[in-house]
């Protein structure tokens, strides 16, 4: 389950009132091959005046209290979550044996009435620093049980389900890091699931980090094999690889240092619908391409799938082999924050030439119909590598806490300066990205992401 942090402090408020509250979360969904993420879209509060009974221990909800939200659910294609809270100091978020009564006669009526083919419930107790939950989604196969919530904002926490197993202790591998973050940030880490887009100096760099780091599960994608100039800043190859494709080299690498995480490598490009699609389960995605086209791709996921996006870019400005300038860029997108576009950091002219097929690119650029295709640009490990660990250090702050609130959109890096500054921006009226135009959480729709793909 992954709820917006404007909807998982509205449910943490009511925890702290007298008696038991419901209300009925419209989420969309994001189907993958291993396992199913519900996205919070809106969150409707039962009407006081529905409520037969409301006390610290229990309550009794007329139909006229969610009737209305089911149509709405039905309307956008949604999927209705039930939930409701169990506030009264040291309660536990386990479903009672009247909550089971009450999920057996609600699920017929959610689906019918919403048109879905799940029913979700959610009960939410108080715990210390914020709330626990237990709940389950039930198919015509029954109750699969939440193991998980991720709550993302600013910052982004991962709350394991009251219910789940234990957790296994920690390798003493980590002992370093958990003496700095703690247990608790060490044990989010190995249930991230992370994609990393580009295989080169800034992704290799990125992805071998957050595999020291501990990260459970890593997707790697790149299109292309390695040439002759990778193996002096992409990590984890050698002149013997060259030729060999480069997402696989370093899964290659990966698995050899971090034997227990799950390495996924797919050759493509995430303009191809099926592979961008496999974007969709991972909670963060992190960006280390400078191809705009798949920068398109990238900055609808926080919008329609609530996975926060850390794009990257190295510039060096070099003339007959001087050096005029190094720059770098970390920006962090998170649902309702301005995108990509709307930061002027995609080019949608060269985005556009990127995805036309070689042959009309040509007749076009010929014709000064689209924009010549820059060549190899200039690359220097010791600066992909810093732009990686500033990317990998925002994973942790965000994870941890410990910078300024808020905190900052974009990071840039000056190198020939020496100088760091930061900055923020809102998205721009009327686009996908605004939160008012009712796009956030959306999920699996059809054309997927909302864009036209190449056939």
């Given at each position: 389950m992954v709820l917006p942090l404007w909807m998982a402090t509205d449910v943490d408020e009511k925890l702290h009132e007298r008696d038991e509250t419901a209300a009925v979360i419209l989420a969309g969904k994001a189907r993958g091959s291993d396992r199913l993420r519900l996205l919070g879209r809106e969150l409707h509060w039962v009407p006081r005046e529905a409520y037969d009974r409301r006390t610290p221990d229990g309550l009794t909800v007329r139909s006229d209290g969610y009737m209305s939200v089911l149509a709405r659910a039905e309307e956008r294609g949604d999927i209705p979550i039930w939930i409701h809270t169990h506030p009264r100091h040291g309660s536990s978020p386990a479903r009672s044996k009247w909550d089971k009564i009450v999920d057996d006669e609600l699920q017929q009526t959610f689906r019918v009435r919403s048109n879905a083919a799940e029913y979700a419930s959610l009960v939410f107790a108080p715990s210390e620093g914020g709330f626990s939950f237990t709940g389950a989604v039930w198919t015509d196969g029954g109750p699969v049980a939440f193991q998980r919530m991720v709550v993302v904002g600013e910052r982004w926490k991962v709350l394991p389900a009251h219910d789940a197993p234990d957790h296994e202790q920690l390798p003493p591998s980590f002992d370093r890091q958990v003496r700095a973050f703690g247990g608790d940030v060490q044990r989010v880490l190995s249930q991230l699931r992370v994609g990393v887009v580009g295989s080169g100096g800034t992704g290799s760099a990125t992805a071998e980090q957050l595999a020291r780091l501990g990260v459970g599960s890593l997707l790697l994608i790149d299109p292309k094999d390695l040439s002759p100039s990778n193996p002096t800043r992409v990590y984890g190859s050698s002149p013997d690889d060259i030729g060999m494709p480069k997402?696989?080299?370093?899964?290659?690498?990966?698995?050899?240092?971090?034997?227990?995480?799950?390495?996924?490598?797919?050759?493509?490009?995430?303009?191809?619908?099926?592979?961008?699609?496999?974007?969709?389960?991972?909670?963060?995605?992190?960006?280390?391409?400078?191809?705009?086209?798949?920068?398109?791709?990238?900055?609808?996921?926080?919008?329609?799938?609530?996975?926060?996006?850390?794009?990257?870019?190295?510039?060096?400005?070099?003339?007959?082999?001087?050096?005029?300038?190094?720059?770098?860029?970390?920006?962090?997108?998170?649902?309702?924050?301005?995108?990509l576009v709307c930061r002027g950091r995609i080019d949608l002219a060269r985005a556009g030439a990127e995805q036309l097929p070689p042959e009309e690119r040509a007749a076009r650029q010929a014709e000064g119909y689209a924009p010549e295709l820059g060549g190899v640009e200039p690359a220097v490990i010791a600066y992909t590598s810093a732009v990686a660990s500033f990317a990998v250090a925002e994973v942790l702050e965000r994870l941890i806490g410990y910078g300024p609130d808020p905190e900052p959109g974009e990071m840039l890096l000056r190198f020939h300066d020496r100088e760091v500054s930061t900055n923020t921006a809102t998205p721009r009226e009327h686009h996908y990205c605004n939160p008012a135009e009712g796009l956030i959480g959306a999920g699996d729709r059809d054309p997927f992401l909302g864009q036209t793909w190449r056939a």
């Amino acid at each position: 389950m992954v709820l917006p942090l404007w909807m998982a402090t509205d449910v943490d408020e009511k925890l702290h009132e007298r008696d038991e509250t419901a209300a009925v979360i419209l989420a969309g969904k994001a189907r993958g091959s291993d396992r199913l993420r519900l996205l919070g879209r809106e969150l409707h509060w039962v009407p006081r005046e529905a409520y037969d009974r409301r006390t610290p221990d229990g309550l009794t909800v007329r139909s006229d209290g969610y009737m209305s939200v089911l149509a709405r659910a039905e309307e956008r294609g949604d999927i209705p979550i039930w939930i409701h809270t169990h506030p009264r100091h040291g309660s536990s978020p386990a479903r009672s044996k009247w909550d089971k009564i009450v999920d057996d006669e609600l699920q017929q009526t959610f689906r019918v009435r919403s048109n879905a083919a799940e029913y979700a419930s959610l009960v939410f107790a108080p715990s210390e620093g914020g709330f626990s939950f237990t709940g389950a989604v039930w198919t015509d196969g029954g109750p699969v049980a939440f193991q998980r919530m991720v709550v993302v904002g600013e910052r982004w926490k991962v709350l394991p389900a009251h219910d789940a197993p234990d957790h296994e202790q920690l390798p003493p591998s980590f002992d370093r890091q958990v003496r700095a973050f703690g247990g608790d940030v060490q044990r989010v880490l190995s249930q991230l699931r992370v994609g990393v887009v580009g295989s080169g100096g800034t992704g290799s760099a990125t992805a071998e980090q957050l595999a020291r780091l501990g990260v459970g599960s890593l997707l790697l994608i790149d299109p292309k094999d390695l040439s002759p100039s990778n193996p002096t800043r992409v990590y984890g190859s050698s002149p013997d690889d060259i030729g060999m494709p480069k997402a696989e080299v370093l899964a290659a690498h990966l698995r050899r240092i971090a034997p227990a995480a799950r390495v996924e490598a797919i050759t493509g490009t995430i303009t191809d619908l099926s592979i961008a699609r496999r974007l969709s389960t991972c909670d963060l995605v992190i960006g280390c391409t400078d191809d705009n086209a798949g920068r398109l791709v990238l900055s609808r996921l926080p919008t329609y799938y609530l996975t926060p996006v850390i794009d990257t870019g190295v510039l060096i400005s070099s003339s007959d082999g001087r050096l005029d300038g190094i720059d770098g860029r970390i920006t962090v997108i998170n649902p309702g924050t301005a995108c990509l576009v709307c930061r002027g950091r995609i080019d949608l002219a060269r985005a556009g030439a990127e995805q036309l097929p070689p042959e009309e690119r040509a007749a076009r650029q010929a014709e000064g119909y689209a924009p010549e295709l820059g060549g190899v640009e200039p690359a220097v490990i010791a600066y992909t590598s810093a732009v990686a660990s500033f990317a990998v250090a925002e994973v942790l702050e965000r994870l941890i806490g410990y910078g300024p609130d808020p905190e900052p959109g974009e990071m840039l890096l000056r190198f020939h300066d020496r100088e760091v500054s930061t900055n923020t921006a809102t998205p721009r009226e009327h686009h996908y990205c605004n939160p008012a135009e009712g796009l956030i959480g959306a999920g699996d729709r059809d054309p997927f992401l909302g864009q036209t793909w190449r056939a």
